[in-house]
C-alpha cells in the first residue's frame, strides 16, 4: 500500500483517544504491518498519551502534556452536552508559540438546525431557480418534482440532483441557478454526465441541455468537477474573474474571496484564461490569481480538495482568515474583537460536521477567547 504519513499519524492519534472507525482502524493495523518503523511510533504515542491523560491538573497551554487535558476537557463538554455516542473528535494542543493543533468536523450533507444567527441577507435553503423564474426548495422536496409544466422531472434524493428532460423540450440558452447555502454541500450530474460538487455557499448556473459547439455553466464559490469526455465539445467554466476551459478532466475551481480565483488540476488539462493571460495547467498543478499579485503556477495542494470528502486542512492559518470560513460553514456573521485572537495560528484537520460551539470551545481552550452573540452576530474576544 501507498503511504501517507499524515493521514497515518492522524489515524494513530483516533486509535488512542478511541474514536478511530473500523474501516480506518484496518487500514492503520495493514500500515503497521508493512512499515515496521510505524509499529514503533505508535507503541510511544500509545506510551506518551497514557501518561498525559494521567495529568489532568495540567492547565497552563505550553507543553505536549496539554494535548491530553484539552482532549480530555472537551470529551467531557462533548459529553455533557449529547446523551448519544460521540462519532467525532476534536482534537486540541497549543504550544507555547501559539499554534494550535486541531481535528474539527466541518461539512454536513443535511440543512443545520438552528443553533447560531444565520445572517440577515441572502437565501438558507437550498434551492433551484429555473429559468422560467419558478423556484423550486430542494430543502423540503424530496424524490420526484415535474417542473417547467412536466416537460423537467428533477431527481433529489441522497443529497444529489440529477434530471431527465423530455426530447427536444430544453431550449439551451436557458440557463438555471442552483443555490447551496452555508452549511451544505450538494451534488449535481449534468445532461452530458459532468459530475459537479459544489461546496457550501456556492452558485452554480447551467442549462438543462447543452447544444452546439460547447457546453459552458457558470460557478460563483467552490466546485470540483469531475467533466465527462467530449473531444467534440469542450467544458467552459466561467467564473467571476476569468474561464477554465477543458475536454474531459477533474479540477477544483475556487471563487470565494473576492478579486481571487484559484483552479487545481488533478487528471487531464485545462486551459485557464484570466485578466487577459491564457495558461495551460498539468495534471498536479494550480493557477491562482489575486487583483493586486497577478497570477502564480504551483503544486497542487492536494490538502485544498479534502472538501470533498468531509474534511479541511488547516496548515499555519491565522484566526482572522478561519473567521471568514464560517459563515459559509454556519451562515452566522463574526467579529474579532480582540486583535491578538486574529493572529493566532492553527494547523489541523477538520473533520466531520458538529456544531460551531465545538470549535468556540476549542478557541475558548486555547486561547482563552470568549464568544459572545450581539444582535445576530458573533464577537469572538
Known amino acids: 500500500m501507498e503511504l501517507d504519513r499524515d493521514h497515518i499519524h492522524q489515524l494513530m492519534n483516533e486509535k488512542v483517544m478511541g474514536v478511530i472507525n473500523e474501516t480506518d482502524e484496518q487500514l492503520l493495523q495493514n500500515a503497521l504491518k508493512e512499515y515496521p518503523e510505524l509499529q514503533t511510533e505508535f507503541e510511544q504515542l500509545q506510551q506518551e498519551y497514557a501518561i498525559w491523560s494521567e495529568n489532568p491538573t495540567v492547565r497552563t497551554l505550553n507543553s505536549e502534556a496539554d494535548f491530553a487535558y484539552v482532549e480530555d476537557e472537551l470529551k467531557h463538554r462533548k459529553l455533557r452536552k449529547r446523551s448519544v455516542?460521540?462519532?467525532?473528535?476534536l482534537f486540541i494542543a497549543a504550544t507555547i508559540t501559539s499554534l494550535a493543533i486541531f481535528t474539527y468536523p466541518l461539512i454536513t450533507s443535511h440543512?443545520?438546525?438552528?443553533?447560531?444567527?444565520?445572517?440577515?441577507?441572502?437565501?438558507?435553503?437550498l434551492q433551484l431557480r429555473l429559468a422560467s423564474g419558478e423556484i423550486v426548495d430542494l430543502s423540503?422536496?424530496?424524490?420526484?418534482?415535474?417542473v417547467n409544466g412536466?416537460?423537467?422531472?428533477?431527481?433529489?434524493?441522497n443529497n444529489s440532483l440529477t434530471y431527465t428532460i423530455k426530447t427536444n423540450t430544453a431550449v439551451p440558452d436557458q440557463v438555471n441557478q442552483l443555490w447551496v447555502p452555508p452549511g451544505m454541500d450538494y451534488h449535481i450530474t449534468l445532461s452530458d454526465g459532468t459530475h459537479v460538487f459544489l461546496n457550501s455557499a456556492t452558485t452554480l448556473r447551467f442549462p438543462f441541455h447543452f447544444s452546439g459547439n460547447t457546453r459552458e455553466i457558470t460557478v460563483d464559490g467552490e466546485a470540483w468537477l469531475q467533466v465527462a469526455k467530449d473531444e467534440n465539445r469542450p467544458f467552459i467554466l466561467h467564473t467571476p474573474k476569468g474561464t477554465v476551459q477543458v475536454l474531459g478532466t477533474s479540477f477544483n475551481v475556487n471563487t470565494y474571496d473576492s478579486g481571487r480565483i484559484k483552479v487545481s488540476l488533478v487528471e487531464g488539462a485545462v486551459s485557464v484564461a484570466i485578466a487577459g493571460k491564457q495558461t495551460v495547467l498539468k495534471p498536479g498543478q494550480a493557477i491562482t490569481y489575486q487583483q493586486d499579485k497577478?497570477?502564480?503556477?504551483?503544486?497542487?495542494?492536494?490538502?485544498?480538495?479534502?472538501?470533498?470528502?468531509?474534511?479541511?486542512?488547516?496548515?499555519?492559518?491565522?484566526?482572522?482568515?478561519?473567521?471568514?470560513?464560517?459563515?459559509?460553514w454556519y451562515g452566522v456573521q463574526v467579529v474579532i474583537d480582540n486583535p491578538e485572537i486574529a493572529e493566532k495560528r492553527f494547523t489541523?484537520?477538520?473533520?466531520?460536521?458538529?456544531?460551531?460551539?465545538e470549535f468556540l470551545d476549542a478557541i475558548q481552550l486555547t486561547t482563552g477567547a470568549?464568544?459572545?452573540?450581539?444582535?445576530?452576530v458573533l464577537h469572538i474576544r
Not at 85 to 89: E, K, L, R, Y
Not at 304 to 326: A, F, Q, R, S
Not at 348 to 356: N, Q, R, S, V
Request: aromatic share 6%; charged share 25%; no cysteine.
Open 111 to 125: 440543512p443545520r438546525k438552528a443553533q447560531v444567527a444565520l445572517m440577515s441577507t441572502g437565501n438558507k435553503t
Open 140 to 146: 423540503s422536496r424530496k424524490d420526484s418534482i415535474a
Open 348 to 357: 489541523g484537520t477538520i473533520l466531520k460536521a458538529e456544531p460551531m460551539q
Open 294 to 328: 497577478g497570477t502564480a503556477l504551483t503544486a497542487l495542494n492536494q490538502n485544498e480538495l479534502l472538501w470533498i470528502k468531509g474534511k479541511y486542512k488547516l496548515d499555519n492559518t491565522p484566526m482572522k482568515e478561519i473567521t471568514k470560513v464560517l459563515p459559509r
Open 370 to 376: 470568549e464568544s459572545y452573540y450581539k444582535d445576530g
Open 85 to 89: 455516542q460521540t462519532f467525532g473528535v
Open 150 to 157: 412536466g416537460t423537467a422531472q428533477l431527481h433529489n434524493q
